[in-house]
């Protein structure tokens, strides 16, 4: 039996140590498989490391090239894109040097009232001139520019400071027309030395010589004079009747003064002249009807932009999108310094062709620097408002060709219609029958009576009120009970017919042919000025609520959100548009060297 007992406890722990050493096995095997399996996943692992790797090279990779392909693109629409007018020039790039056109057009953009091209084209390769060492044609190189975008002639005693000029055709004038030199002088009412004009044309070589017939100034000195203040002018070049026979009906290219006849010019400037035969049928001159034949074209005009600290942005959308939907078609500005973000919304409508710029600086000599030319011009209100009249002459003269009427207004202004009447279309055509009987020509101007909209804002009565806080007009219905008197703070559409000087407020002088000016009952339109009365108020019994702003709320509202959704759509679009042309012909850009140096050896 204890034999028996033995060979069984034998056989269990033999049976114990097989199990183990399998259990060991099995343990070992699992060991390797997880072993195996790290070392998979290892790889695994590095791969997938190696692959992403290869990925981000190739994205990165992929970005370059578009950024090159984007950088390219880029280029190539800031060279054909119109300029947009900015309140400080861009930083210094390294660009290729221009030649030849490409010159001229760079000269005439930096110095837009010069005519390189006239000069290039006609006035230097045909020697220009009265004869020999008289009367030269201006070398643009010789021309004594003033703070930049003026030209200076001295005759006598007087200093002249020249901005443009224009030449006026109207039915008006007399004979063969007018060249309208828009200057400053640094005298007022007082006698001018005797000075010339050299008129220029295309393939004539000699100028045609003419004295200045009146210096007229837009300006009175009963509103104010110091001594050596630049005042505004307008001289007055008449073509005479009878041309050289090689003349016919050309238009003169350019204009510069002198004090005699043989004197070499140091000032030149292009003369603006843009027929147009799409002006309107006016009061007074339509047949049987009392309305036009088709709407009025109105531009409006201006001062000179100057918000350097001001984020107005948004009251600008709002005011020129309100402008549109009355019938302004379309508006001109000048440029003295702006906020950025402002900016932007200028190049905006500049893109979209509803708003063309013009630089601008003071006749004076203030340099155009963004703290001290702030400074300046809120602090020295007399050389503010002579420079004034000089963008708001020369945004009608520059215009007159294009518009029915001319307007000119601060951007706190709105010449509103009344009652149901949406458009100043509207103000017109209510006001024709009146004017056809008593005035069959029709009126240099039509004014508008002016009233204040304080800065008080009503309590909000419902839910409408609360969704327009971001409109100005909208939110300030608060009005100065009693209106200015006629004739101050007015404003008005100026007929370009006969108006022939303009202040800020009313024609100064008008041509032969219209009625004088109409002031509008505040029952057809009245100007809404916003900002506080000049005298003190009781905000009690002096205020009343006009609300006849918001019967545009609906389509302003809309109108304002359309532009703040889409302010770069324009450049992006234009990004588009070249992208593609440059894709349909991928070597437009492309040049030989030689071909390069070639056209280099002539270069202005």
């Known amino acids: 039996m204890e034999a028996i007992s033995s060979v069984a406890m034998s056989t269990r722990s033999r049976g114990s140590f097989v199990k183990l050493a399998l259990l060991a096995l099995l343990i070992m095997f699992a060991f390797l498989l997880l072993l195996n399996s790290l070392h998979n996943t290892d790889l695994d692992l590095r791969q997938l490391e190696q692959q992403e790797l290869q990925q981000s090279r190739r994205e990165f990779e992929l970005r370059q090239r578009e950024s090159l392909n984007q950088n390219r693109i880029l280029k190539a629409l800031e060279r054909s894109l119109p300029p947009v007018s900015k309140a400080t020039p861009p930083p210094n790039q390294t660009v290729e040097e221009p030649v030849d056109e490409e010159m001229v057009e760079q000269l005439e953009y930096e110095l837009p009232e010069v005519d390189y091209s006239f000069w290039y084209h006609h006035a230097k390769p045909q020697n220009y001139s009265l004869g020999q060492n008289c009367s030269i044609y201006p070398d643009p190189l010789d021309l004594q520019l003033h703070n930049t975008y003026w030209q200076t002639f001295n005759n006598a005693n007087v200093t002249f400071r020249m901005f443009a000029a224009y030449l006026d055709l109207r039915k008006g004038v007399k004979g063969r027309g007018i060249v309208r030199v828009l200057a400053t002088a640094n005298q007022i009412d007082a006698k001018f030395p005797p000075t010339q004009c050299q008129l220029w044309y295309e393939n004539y070589t000699h100028p045609i010589m003419v004295n200045v017939t009146e210096f007229m100034s837009t300006w009175y000195k009963s509103w104010g004079s110091r001594n050596n203040y630049n005042y505004p002018h307008l001289l007055s070049c008449p073509v005479p009747d009878a041309l050289p026979p090689p003349l016919g009906r050309s238009i003169p290219r350019t204009v510069s003064l002198s004090s005699s006849s043989c004197e070499y010019a140091t000032n030149s400037l292009r003369i603006h002249y843009e027929n147009s ?328």
């Not at 050389?383 to 945004?395: F, G, M, P, T, V």
């Not at 100043?424 to 069959?440: R, S, V």
């Not at 509202?557 to 070249?578: C, G, I, N």
């Open 277 to 604: 035969a799409n002006l309107t049928a006016r009061p007074g001159t339509t047949n049987e009807t009392s309305v036009p034949s088709r709407p009025f074209s109105f531009g409006v005009c201006l001062k000179g932009f100057d918000f350097p600290y001001a984020d107005l942005s948004e009251r600008i959308i709002e005011w020129f999108e309100l402008h549109r939907l009355m019938g302004a078609t379309k508006i001109y500005a000048y440029m003295y310094d702006v906020h950025p973000a402002v900016q932007r919304v200028l190049d905006y409508y500049q893109r979209t062709g509803y708003l063309e710029m013009q630089q601008l600086t003071m006749a004076n000599g203030m340099p155009r620097l963004r703290h001290y030319h702030h400074l300046f011009i809120h602090r020295r209100m007399l050389a503010k408002r002579l420079n004034e009249l000089i963008a708001y002459n020369d945004c009608f003269y520059r215009n007159m060709y294009k518009h029915d009427f001319m307007v000119n207004v601060d951007i706190d202004e709105v010449i509103m219609p009344q009652g149901a009447m949406r458009t100043w279309q509207d103000i017109l055509d209510n006001d024709i029958p009146i004017t056809k009987m008593k005035c069959p020509n029709g009126h240099n101007s039509y004014c508008f009576i002016n009233g204040y909209f304080t800065k008080v804002v009503p309590e909000v009565r419902n839910h409408e009120q609360l969704e327009t806080d971001e409109l100005y007009v909208l939110q300030h219905t608060m009005r100065f009970r009693n209106y200015s008197r006629p004739g101050y703070a007015t404003k008005c559409f100026h007929d370009t017919r006969y108006s022939e000087a303009l202040h800020n407020h009313f024609a100064l002088r008008s041509m032969k042919g219209g009625c004088g000016a109409r002031t509008l009952p505040t029952d057809l339109a009245q100007m809404h000025h916003y900002r506080e009365p000049d005298n003190k108020y009781n905000i009690d019994t002096d205020v009343v609520e006009d609300r006849n702003a918001w019967k545009y709320a609906p389509e302003l509202r809309s109108a304002v959100e359309h532009v703040w959704l889409h302010l770069d759509d324009v450049l992006l679009l234009s990004s588009f548009t070249e992208e593609q042309r440059m894709l349909e012909d991928p070597d437009t850009d492309a040049q030989d060297p030689e071909q390069q140096q070639q056209t280099t050896k002539d270069k202005i």
